[in-house]
């Protein structure tokens, strides 16, 4: 079974640019969470999909951040324009229904310049 | 506000045994789970405890006490590959299902 799988692996960008990291879940998992993880700081949830459904959005910090779950697969997350404050590594973790276990990706490292 | 502590630091040599402790102040607790993650690579899970007691799996146990608002996490005979991040997290009944981390503790194993 092929694991959370999250693109790119690295991305260094200019304030003021933009930036779309994506996120392949678990196939057949239909929760899907974004992550992030500032340095030095711990891993802060941003948001949560049901399906193509935002379940909850209450950790995504401005509306710079929009994410998207078309068709209840891959998921997006853009931030545009990007600031420094938003370098850090984002996490997509995915799990099947009930289940506790949350499957993380590794990570995409974002750094704004 | 919700509050998770763990070291941020330990050291231990291989073949003995560590304790990670992690300690939580929160509202609405509903479960804890430790993640071990290595350095450039996705959070592995390690554990989940709901009830109080001790849970075994191989080299690693985890404990948990609701009412100290207290986990471990036991790692037994140590190996190098040990040597990693391990993050403690909860969940609360008003949250849904998102996780809350605490910092992580970096542990070194050394031969």
């Known amino acids: 079974e092929a694991g959370v799988t999250q693109f790119p692996s690295h991305s260094v960008i200019e304030k003021g640019q933009t930036v779309t990291l994506r996120c392949d879940p678990i196939s057949g998992h239909d929760n899907l969470y974004w992550y992030r993880r500032v340095m030095g700081k711990e891993i802060k949830f941003l948001l949560h999909?049901?399906?193509?459904?935002?379940?909850?959005e209450s950790g995504m910090p401005n509306n710079r951040f929009l994410a998207e779950r078309t068709g209840g697969t891959y998921s997006t997350l853009k931030v545009q324009p990007a600031e420094l404050e938003d370098s850090g590594v984002y996490f997509c973790?995915?799990?099947?229904?009930?289940?506790?276990?949350?499957?993380f990706g590794p990570g995409t490292r974002l750094t704004v310049l | 506000g919700q509050n998770i502590d763990q070291p941020t630091e330990m050291t231990a040599t291989e073949g003995a045994i560590v304790q990670i402790n992690c300690t939580y102040q929160t509202s609405g607790f509903n479960g804890l789970f430790w993640y071990q993650q290595h350095a450039g690579e996705a959070p592995t899970f390690l554990s989940y405890?709901?009830?109080?007691g001790l849970e075994e799996k191989g080299r690693f146990s985890s404990f948990l006490s609701r009412s100290k608002g207290y986990s471990y996490l036991l790692l037994k005979e140590l190996q190098m590959k040990d040597s990693a991040s391990y993050l403690c997290?909860?969940?609360?009944?008003?949250?849904?299902?998102?996780?809350?981390f605490g910092k992580g503790t970096t542990l070194s194993v050394s031969s």
């Open positions: 405890n709901v009830l109080d």
């Open positions: 997290a909860v969940i609360l009944r008003q949250a849904g299902t998102a996780l809350i």
């Open positions: 999909f049901v399906k193509e459904s935002k379940q909850d």
């Open positions: 973790a995915s799990k099947q229904g009930a289940n506790n276990e949350q499957f």
